[in-house]
């Protein structure tokens, strides 16, 4: 376990539609980092925030958004869904923001999306 | 843009042989590698990291040398069980930034037989 927790595990939605995913860092962690993983792209970074405040940006869709809240806990908001947005969905956290620090990886949210 | 390539898979083992995953990379400065580990079902582990050229990560077995030479970070063990049996990913964070985001390799899948 390593101390990061995400919900809901599983999502089945329509194409159109729009969903939250949500991150709870490790305690202590100000660091959260959003990840895509698919069969054809790969684990692919999003997004990541430092302490309330967006730090570095990935291939994020417009349609993504994201935010940190003062909890530290993170959402990942997905609109206007399409059926290649289906995904598993990673959030990360690490103390800092350095590049050498260690990133624990939560279990994943699983979109489906048809 | 920084990158990394990891050998193609699956790779098939018997119990107590020894294991190669190659890794290469390209990057602008001075990254920190890493190798994580996904079992199924499961978010990302971490397995070894190293932050500087010559620095060698070890965990549980498994080893790798950060080569700045041959910009390479394989991973080796020395006798491999059933229970490594998962995918393997190499990852670099930025080297000319200060954010710790990951550029991961596309995965490589270790199965293990008795």
């Known amino acids: 376990d390593s101390g990061v927790t995400q919900t809901p595990k599983h999502l089945i939605t329509a194409t159109g539609q729009r969903v939250t995913l949500r991150c709870s860092p490790r305690?202590?962690?100000?660091?959260v980092y959003w990840y895509q993983q698919s069969l054809d792209q790969g684990l692919q970074f999003l997004i990541q925030y430092y302490n309330g405040e967006e730090r570095a940006k990935g291939n994020i869709l417009e349609r993504f958004s994201a935010q940190q809240f003062p909890d530290l806990h993170s959402e990942l908001n997905l609109s206007s869904l399409e059926l290649g947005d289906s995904a598993l969905y990673f959030c990360?956290?690490?103390?800092?923001?350095?590049?050498?620090?260690?990133?624990?990886f939560g279990p994943g949210t699983r979109l489906l999306v048809l | 843009g920084d990158s990394v390539t990891q050998m193609e898979g699956p790779v098939t083992l018997s119990e107590e042989a020894f294991l190669t995953i190659n890794c290469t990379y390209t990057a602008t400065g001075y990254p920190s590698l890493f190798w994580y580990v996904q079992y199924p079902g499961e978010g990302l582990q971490l397995l070894l990291k190293?932050?500087?050229?010559?620095d060698k990560g070890s965990n549980k077995g498994f080893e790798a040398t950060y080569r700045k030479e041959t910009t390479s970070f394989h991973l080796e063990k020395g006798s491999v069980q059933v229970s490594d049996s998962a995918v393997y990913f190499c990852a670099l964070s930025h080297g000319s930034s200060n954010t710790g985001k990951l550029i991961f390799g596309q995965g490589t899948t270790l199965q293990v037989k008795p």
């Open positions: 990360a956290s690490s103390v800092g923001d350095i590049k050498w620090g260690a990133q624990y």
């Open positions: 305690s202590g962690d100000l660091s």
């Open positions: 190293a932050t500087k050229a010559d």
